[in-house]
């Protein structure tokens, strides 16, 4: 799956689902936009996650899943 390749959101393998997530994206300001947003929040949504799942892997999972569907809206 795609979010297997996109581990490691916790610290700065989140480079990793950057450069998937900026391949989906056409528009170089939006790629900009995007990438602002998941280099801000990348962090407090592992810790959000990681709080309610106790799992270090559900919760990049479950990060990579979030920011891949928020890139949708760019």
């Known amino acids: ?20 997530c900026m391949t989906l994206i056409d528009n170089d300001k939006d790629q900009t936009s995007f990438e602002d947003f998941l280099l801000q929040n990348r962090q407090i949504a592992y810790a959000f996650a990681y709080k309610i799942l106790n799992n270090s892997a559900l919760a990049e999972e479950a990060c990579a899943n979030a920011f891949l569907q928020h890139r949708k809206m760019f």
């Open 1 to 20: 799956s795609i979010c297997v390749m996109l581990s490691n959101i916790s610290n700065s393998g989140g480079n990793q689902m950057l450069a998937v």
